[in-house]
């Protein structure tokens, strides 16, 4: 029933990506992703459903397939690239971190799967994950970002803390997994990470977090239109034309 929900979860968060992007961008850019998000998610439910995310004898471990891709495009285009630049722009900022409300519903998840013993505890919120926190303040910060130049201000740090929360929470994803990263011995070992459909955490919410805080961060740091400046010049009183014959 867990997986049902989480796939169903899954497929109306692309849907809301891929609609978001028809409505917004160019229709080039919105091809792009109406084609490229349903083949990245096959591409990560091919490598979880066929045991190569959860074999922990593979070098590097079967993982890296799936992070390594997705920080290469966070970095290349949501970081770096003008066009990233240039979509940052266009979306709404409200949107762009209001939309982070998903984490709450992926949190929710999180703690299911404990209860489940698919993930330890510390990757719950009972467990120290502040991201549900991140999840449940973004409208709160998509309002405030609208709210003149300190309201970005806090913005800018609410983003900053939403990357160090996933930061936080990728890091126990990967030292709680099976194999040679598992640094930390909890009381159960991450196990969901390389099961269908749960990869789609580290493959697709978790990505999809952080490349939204990305252009979040671009947009509030793009230069604000000026505003028309009143004219320092008074203006000349226009004078009356004098009459005809009367006295200048």
């Given amino acids: 029933m867990m997986a049902a929900f989480f796939i169903m979860g899954t497929l109306l968060m692309a849907g809301a990506v891929v609609m978001t992007a028809r409505r917004y961008l160019p229709s080039s850019a919105g091809l792009v992703v109406t084609v490229g998000l349903p083949l990245w ?6 490598l979880s459903s066929t045991g190569i995310v959860a074999d922990p004898t ?3 471990p079967g993982i890296f397939f799936v992070v390594v891709p997705a920080v290469l ?6 970081v770096r690239s003008a066009r990233g630049g240039k979509v940052a722009a ?5 949107l762009l971190m209001g939309a982070q409300v998903f984490r709450v519903a992926v949190e929710l998840g999180l703690h299911r799967l404990w209860v489940e013993s698919l993930v330890p505890r510390l990757m719950t919120y009972e467990g120290g994950n502040i991201d549900i926190f991140i999840g449940l303040t973004a409208p709160f910060a998509a309002w405030i970002a609208g709210r003149g130049p300190f309201g970005r201000r806090l913005a800018l740090g609410w983003n900053a803390l939403g990357l160090l929360s996933l930061a936080n929470i990728v890091a126990r994803s990967a030292l709680t997994a099976p194999g040679p990263l598992n640094l930390i011995h ?5 196990l969901a990470i390389g099961t269908f459909p749960y990869t789609f955490i580290a493959g697709f919410f978790a990505p999809l977090a952080a490349l939204l ?8 740091l793009m230069p604000r ?5 009143p004219s320092t010049t008074p203006e000349v009183a226009a004078r009356p034309a004098p009459k005809s014959g009367g006295v200048p």
Wanted: aromatic share 8%; no cysteine; hydrophobic share 55%.
């Fill in 41 to 46: 998610l096959l591409y990560v439910g091919a």
């Fill in 58 to 60: 593979l070098r590097p």
């Fill in 73 to 78: 495009f966070i970095a290349m285009f949501g």
């Fill in 90 to 94: 266009i979306l709404p900022l409200g």
């Fill in 186 to 190: 909890s009381e159960l070992p991450n």
């Fill in 213 to 220: 805080h990305v252009l979040s961060i671009r947009h509030l």
């Fill in 225 to 229: 239109p000026a505003s028309s400046a």
